[in-house]
């Protein structure tokens, strides 16, 4: 079921309730049940970055086609297995 929530990751999003767009870029379970998702809304016209904000996995529908990027395997490699941090830069799909 994990892998399940996990398939959102990269993909475009819009929050049902308030309309906010974005890339889903994380995934939260926590302790009292809650599956929450991290949407990046796109970067202002002068360049400025906008406020990354957790939304309930259930009020977001996904309305890109395609992830945005290659998702990390988080199973098997480098990822899963620790050797590959954030410092190394993901190449944009």
């Not at 998702?37 to 906008?50: A, M, Q, T, Y």
Request: proline share 8%.
């Amino acid at each position: 079921m994990i892998a399940k929530h996990l398939k959102i990751l990269g993909f475009k999003c819009e929050d049902k309730v308030t309309e906010l767009q974005g890339v889903a870029t994380s995934v939260c379970f926590d302790l009292y049940g809650c599956i929450q998702v991290l949407i990046r809304p796109k970067v202002d016209e002068d360049g400025k970055l906008n406020n990354c904000y957790w939304i309930d996995i259930a009020r977001l529908k996904v309305i890109g086609e395609a992830p945005v990027m290659e998702v990390p395997n988080f199973e098997h490699g480098p990822v899963a297995e620790g050797l590959q941090g954030p410092e190394d830069k993901p190449v944009p799909a």
